[in-house]
């Protein structure tokens, strides 16, 4: 297949990038580079992957025929988005109107990059498909929530009147190499600050709980998804469950770390739990995590060593 990655230059875009290109399909990576770098897409070689710098909530530019289109463009992280709520409500309403609009020209398939944050502040636990959710539409992160909710709804509006063969995976906190390094997440902030000797910032009591999936079994599941026929929304997560504070003690503990854990005030809106309910991605797509934390916090701590090096 000829696949259009947005926010192909971003973390999860670029493994999504590698794994397309391993599966022997050519890439057209599509990136304005304002959270997505360069860097994560220096490595590849192959005559069959291509980049273009675009903005597409102004427009998406391909020529040639695409078959499929995964649309991961948008601001992630919770400070990303903070500073930059327009851009992200752009990216997920006129981004993703543009992706569609590609994917009806062209005749592709489309599998749009969701969010666990569509759940809010969730009043069910383990969170499955069927939840509606609890979001502010008018808090802080009311732009990235109500962004990919129109994002969701956008989607399946051109799945039923114009019967595109549209994806949407619900996308629960992952992480791995090529995160950066000051995104403002959880595994970058606390393993540079393990790493460089500072304080970990644990944010409120830290009784908070979130589910980690590393970067690979994240897009194992996404390619099993693209490559389904399941049109409803998708969750795909480790449902292995920590509490903020919990995690920080392991990252600590993994780093060899002396650093203490310091208490900083609870952003607003913060979810209080989150754990994905992955029985149907087990039953549809045959997928669950394989990495264990240990061993993907372990790739990740390299990944991240070598870029405090000095001069890397
Ligand atoms: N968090 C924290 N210290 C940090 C960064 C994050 O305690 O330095 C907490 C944050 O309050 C939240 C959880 O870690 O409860 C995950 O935050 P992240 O920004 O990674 O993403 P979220 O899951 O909230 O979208």
């Avoid at 057209?28 to 992957?49: E, K």
Wanted: aromatic share 8%; with cysteine.
């Amino acid at each position: 297949m000829r696949i259009v990655i947005t926010g192909g230059a971003g973390f999860v875009g670029s493994h999504l990038c590698d794994r397309c290109l391993a599966e022997g399909h050519e890439v057209v990576a599509v990136d304005n580079l304002i959270t997505g770098s360069p860097d994560n897409i220096a490595h590849i070689q192959s005559p069959q992957f291509s980049f273009r710098r675009q903005n597409i909530s102004e427009g998406i530019f391909i020529d040639g025929p695409v078959d499929f289109i995964l649309h991961f463009a948008s601001p992630a992280s919770p400070v990303d988005y903070l500073e930059l709520p327009i851009q992200t409500l752009k990216v997920g309403a006129m981004g993703t109107h543009n992706a569609l609009g590609l994917a009806r020209a062209k005749g592709a398939g489309l599998l749009l990059a969701s969010t666990s944050e569509v759940y809010g502040d969730p009043h069910v636990h383990p969170q499955h498909e069927e939840y509606w959710g609890n979001v502010n539409p008018i808090g802080p992160r009311g732009c990235y929530d109500e962004a990919k909710r129109f994002a969701e709804a956008i989607v399946m509006a051109y799945h039923r009147m114009h019967g595109i063969d549209t994806k949407i995976v619900r996308i629960f906190n992952t992480y791995g190499p090529r995160m950066r390094l000051r995104d403002g997440r959880i595994v970058p902030n606390f393993v540079r600050q393990a790493l460089e000797g500072e304080a970990l910032t644990v944010y409120g009591d830290g009784s908070q709980t979130r589910s980690f999936c590393f970067v690979t079994d994240l897009v194992d599941g996404i390619y099993r998804l693209m490559m389904s026929d399941e049109h409803l929304p998708t969750n795909v997560g480790n449902p292995l469950e920590f509490t903020v504070l919990e995690f920080a003690e392991l990252v600590r503990k993994m780093t060899q770390s002396e650093s203490p854990i310091i208490f900083q005030p609870l952003p607003q809106d913060d979810p209080k739990q989150r754990k994905p309910d992955i029985s149907k991605a087990q039953r549809v797509l045959g997928w669950e995590p394989k990495v264990g934390i240990e061993e993907g916090l372990a790739q990740t701590l390299d990944y991240f060593s070598s870029r405090l090096k000095p001069n890397s």
